[in-house]
């Protein structure tokens, strides 16, 4: 029995480092973006590996923790969720990536009256506090508090869905601002995925915490 | 009986009118003791017809008691009384005109270890039959193939059959038991860890063989492998102390069971 916690503890360790990283992933993603600073993009971009190095550590544990101890109830839903939100967090992590690898493509930083019509700042801080959300309500196993993330992914999704609007009216005012809208637009829509992504480890960890499928529901 | 509890349905076992006549066995306020020892605490539980219910629980929590009560097996221990009712397909099997061979002919039981007779496959299997006066041998051998071919033993020993039982493999030999139980035709099999003394290929065989003899039969099974009560039992039942802590379908006790203390027990945590 030890043994099992033992490797439940180190499975738990690994998913919150993983978690960590991809936090910290699009953290570093979104500076190089919003301060031009191709430094810290490449940076992320090479630190890409790392998350895949994870993503399959996870991935083996979680085989080695399912055919040795044979997990039911919470402890099996634990383990289900562990994959899945490796699974969300590797493709956060890859978004991340692709948001770095626009600053290293752009010779020139995006015009900043543009970003701040399109309130893409917000958008990222609610992506952020969304994260810190599902970090804690894994870490202290309280699902009241991944909860928290659907209401703050309203926001994410209103300011997605004024962007297509915003930018064909900025467009339209001034055609010199295409390309910055095209890049723009595309950082937005991932933030939008990465918000998903996020909403789906929320309901993973209400799944392992409270046993509750909440999949595919509206939630208000 | 469905209850929602937040968004998955939860088949919840009725316990009002517990003996009715509808259940295979139901049981009310079952209490047991040998001497001072409360064995059993005010059990109260309804079997339903052709399911496989598996009682787990930690050694000394009262299942294989429980499980004895059924064919009255426990009638043998001196210190042995009860209070409470049971009824199978609606009659109290402790009542004064309970004729107790003619119970323990509809309630078979298989035991841990292989306890094959040292006698012949075939008169092992016919040793039921001749005891309740069957002497037709045309009868006596269809029921004997007929047995066989139930347990998937047929095809191994139908050359055989005069050979010695105890000369047969483990797996095999509580097959021949498990046949020998069916030549009988009872409607409830009682079975106290079947595969505990077996490999995992004979203990495979036998489970496979568990969940082809629902279709005919009642099964109630006493295991202590937690993997071989969600593998093949329909309703699963939790003991603890005497208590009977939880009692649900065997899905619901090992994705979503109710009470913490049985969660901790399927999990490994204590026991």
Redesign the interface.
């Known amino acids: ?1 030890e043994k ?1 916690i033992q490797y439940k503890d180190a499975l738990k360790k690994s998913g919150l480092k993983m978690l960590n990283l991809c936090e910290n992933q699009l953290t570093n993603a979104y500076q190089s973006f919003s301060t031009f600073d191709t430094d810290l993009a490449e940076e992320v971009m090479h630190k890409e590996n790392r998350v895949n190095a994870l993503d399959i550590k996870i991935e083996e544990e979680c085989e080695q923790y399912l055919a040795l ?9 634990f383990i289900m969720a562990i994959r899945n939100i490796n699974s969300d967090l590797e493709r956060i992590g890859d978004h991340a990536y692709s948001i770095a690898r626009n600053v290293t493509i752009k010779n020139t930083p995006v015009d900043s009256k543009l970003m701040e019509i399109l309130q893409i700042e917000k958008m990222f801080s609610a992506v952020m506090e969304m994260t810190q959300f599902v970090s804690e309500g894994f870490v202290n196993k309280n699902s009241k508090i991944a909860r928290k993330v659907f209401k703050k992914d309203k926001i994410v999704d209103v300011i997605n869905t004024n962007s297509y609007t915003i930018i064909a009216e900025e467009v339209t005012k001034n055609p010199k601002l295409i390309e910055d809208a095209l890049v723009l637009f595309s950082i937005i829509h991932k933030l939008e995925r990465v918000g998903d992504l996020i909403k789906n480890i929320a309901e993973k960890i209400i799944f392992y915490l ?5 999949m595919h ?1 509206k939630i208000k | 009986m469905t209850t929602t509890t ?3 349905k939860i088949e919840k076992i009725p316990q009002e009118n517990i003996l009715d006549n509808a259940s295979k066995i139901s049981i009310k306020e079952m209490d047991i003791w040998y001497g001072a020892f409360h064995a059993i605490k005010e059990v109260s539980m309804k079997i339903n017809p052709n399911t496989v219910t598996a009682f787990i629980g930690p050694s000394g929590c009262g299942k294989s008691t429980f499980l004895r009560l059924f064919n009255r097996m426990n009638d043998y221990i001196e210190s042995f009384h009860f209070d409470g009712k049971i009824k199978i397909d609606g009659k109290n099997i402790y009542g004064k005109k309970t004729n107790i061979e003619e119970l323990r002919k509809k309630v078979g039981m298989v035991f841990q270890k292989p306890n094959p007779f040292p006698k012949s496959i075939f008169e092992n299997v016919a040793y039921g039959l001749r005891i309740q006066g069957i002497k037709d041998k045309k009868i006596i051998a269809e029921r004997v193939e007929n047995s066989l071919k139930q347990v998937a033993l047929w095809e191994e020993v139908k050359n055989d059959l005069k050979k010695s039982a105890l000369a047969l493999s483990g797996g095999q030999q509580q097959r021949l038991c498990i046949a020998r139980t069916l030549a009988v035709q009872p409607s409830v099999i009682l079975m106290d860890e079947p595969t505990s003394a077996l490999d995992p290929i004979s203990t495979a065989s036998i489970e496979d063989l568990i969940f082809k003899l629902k279709e005919k039969y009642t099964i109630i099974i006493v295991t202590h492998n ?2 071989q009560a ?1 593998r093949i039992s329909d309703y699963t039942a939790f003991f603890y102390m005497g208590n009977l802590v939880e009692y649900n379908k065997t899905e619901l006790i ?4 109710e009470k913490k203390q049985t ?1 901790n027990y ?4 204590f026991g």
Do not use: H
């Open positions: 029995m099992s101890y044979k997990p039911v109830a919470r402890d099996l839903r409270d046993a509750e499928i909440i529901k | 937040k968004n998955r937690m993997q969600s090992f994705t979503k069971p969660e399927i999990s490994g945590k």
